[in-house]
């Protein structure tokens, strides 16, 4: 059974421009959630994905945005870089109807200058 | 005033300490309630989780819930070096809901 993992590791960026990030669910999970953690703080959530389709969103701009592929990996896709976008970004899989348990990746750490 | 508090810490123990982690919360329909440790630069590892009041017991770790104070506590007995992490509470209304977390706190266990 393979963890969940993140790509990039780090990346840094210039204000104003557009971010990829990817995730790649634990194997026979179903649902993925995107959490924004800024330093010392707890994770965010930014919102959840289940069957390709957004389940949930916390109290972030549309220009964060998602997909969830029919392989249940999935994409956070950030538009317009503002400095306050600096955090690590965490992705975290689980298996809709099993209970609160999510398993999480080992983040992205993007930087915005 | 937050969903969910959490003293940031840092707190500082000898090793072989039991040591008391809490948070408090506002939102009464949050049903779960879990605990996560984050190692620096990696991401929260699970480490238990209640449903509604009680306590749970996994080796060293005992979770209490109290929803009538809305209040939360993880117990670590016999703490270790390797438990220096920053400790996060967790809550949710329902098994695929929304997750609220805590600010964590840092926890460092001195040999």
């Known amino acids: 059974e393979t963890g969940v993992t993140q790509s990039p590791t780090h990346l840094i960026k210039t204000r104003g421009q557009q971010v990829t990030l990817r995730c790649s669910s634990q194997?026979?999970?179903?649902?993925v959630s995107w959490y924004q953690q800024a330093l010392g703080q707890g994770p965010q959530f930014i919102f959840q994905?289940?069957?390709?389709?957004?389940?949930g969103r916390g109290n972030f701009p549309p220009r964060f945005s998602g997909l969830q592929f029919p392989n249940y990996s999935s994409e956070l896709n950030v538009n317009a870089l503002e400095l306050d976008d600096s955090a690590l970004y965490l992705c975290?899989?689980?298996?809709?109807?099993?209970?609160?348990?999510?398993?999480f990746g080992p983040g992205t750490r993007l930087t915005v200058t | 005033q937050k969903e969910v508090e959490q003293d940031p810490g840092p707190l500082s123990v000898p090793e072989g300490a039991i040591v008391s982690l809490n948070c408090t919360y506002s939102?009464?329909?949050?049903?779960?309630f879990m605990w996560y440790r984050q190692y620096s630069r990696k991401g929260p590892e699970l480490l238990m989780y209640?449903?509604?009041?009680g306590n749970k017991e996994d080796g060293r770790f005992t979770a209490q819930v109290d929803k009538s104070s809305k209040y939360i506590s993880l117990f670590i007995r016999d703490s270790q070096p390797s438990d220096s992490a920053t400790y996060l509470c967790?809550?949710?209304?329902?098994?695929?809901?929304?997750?609220?977390f805590g600010t964590g706190t840092k926890l460092q266990v001195i040999p």
């Open positions: 975290a899989s689980s298996f809709r109807d099993r209970g609160p348990e999510q398993y």
């Open positions: 194997s026979g999970h179903n649902t």
């Open positions: 994905y289940y069957r390709e389709e957004e389940n």
């Open positions: 939102n009464s329909a949050f049903q779960y």
């Open positions: 209640t449903y509604s009041s």
């Open positions: 967790a809550m949710t209304s329902g098994g695929y809901q929304k997750v609220t």
